[in-house]
């Protein structure tokens, strides 16, 4: 790994032993005032914005990640940081970044805690998940396109289609995790269970539960996975 974009300080001698170890990751690394104070050559090449444009930054203002809902990841009061800050680890989680350009682009980040005298570095590995975001897009919106095929052959077969049979529900757009979630369900796991196999806490598992709950329009996890095997977000 090439240190392009070094901190402006020395950093940390830990923190200096991850960043020089061999890794197929982008790494950045963000100091406890949320500094971006080194940028390899890999996240360059990942995210299209250069170390000169990114070291010295707020990351919240130069990174400008967010969700699948477009609400901001990166933020002045950083829940990554806060967990760092309390000794608690942080799952992965994808994001979307925008580029010089101006395209926005998938990565997943893995986060590496360590801790200094001033608090926290966050030493984050980037990997590429655009191709993965693409494909269930993608998938979304045949199964889109097909629930809508159904539906006008459905209406001809009732006459015509004058608009007095029943509606079928729209699919609602559900993040990657959320299908992992819901998949998971399907196979009979607890949130213990599914936290275990995706790295994340029973607390964080069941807060994208009650999000499917709400996404379906229902009101347990039977009738959800009911609903979403109907829709055609699960094989019957």
Same mark, same amino acid.
């Given at each position: 790994m090439t240190e392009i974009g070094s901190s402006l300080a020395p950093l940390p *001698? $830990? +923190? &200096? %032993? @991850?960043v020089e170890a061999r890794t197929g990751d982008a790494v950045f690394v963000v100091d406890p005032e949320y500094r971006i104070v080194y940028w390899d050559e890999e996240a360059a090449f990942l995210t299209g914005l250069a170390a000169e444009d990114m070291v010295g930054r707020r990351c919240y203002e130069a990174l400008l990640g967010e969700r699948e809902c477009g609400s901001p990841v990166c933020t002045d009061d950083c829940p990554v940081m806060r967990l760092a800050r309390v000794g608690r680890p942080v799952s992965s989680y994808d994001m979307r970044v925008a580029a010089l350009s101006g395209e926005k682009r998938w990565v997943n980040v893995s986060i590496l805690s360590l801790d200094s005298a001033e608090g926290p570095y966050l030493v984050h590995l980037l990997r590429d998940a655009q191709e993965k975001h693409e494909t269930l897009e993608m998938a979304q919106q045949l199964i889109r396109l097909s629930r809508k095929g159904d539906d006008a052959d459905s209406a001809d077969d009732v006459g015509g289609g004058d608009g007095l049979g029943d509606e079928t529900p729209e699919t609602p757009s559900l993040t $990657? &995790?959320? *299908? =992992? +979630? @819901? %998949? @998971?369900l399907a196979r009979g &796991?607890? $949130?213990? =269970?599914?936290g275990g196999n995706l790295y994340l806490s029973e607390a964080t598992v069941r807060n994208h539960i009650h999000s499917l709950l709400q996404a379906l329009g229902a009101h347990s996890q039977l009738e959800a996975l009911a609903k979403a095997r109907e829709r055609g977000l699960l094989q019957s």
């Open positions: *001698l $830990a +923190v &200096r %032993g @991850l $990657a &995790r959320q *299908l =992992e +979630v @819901l %998949g @998971l &796991r607890s $949130a213990k =269970e599914i």
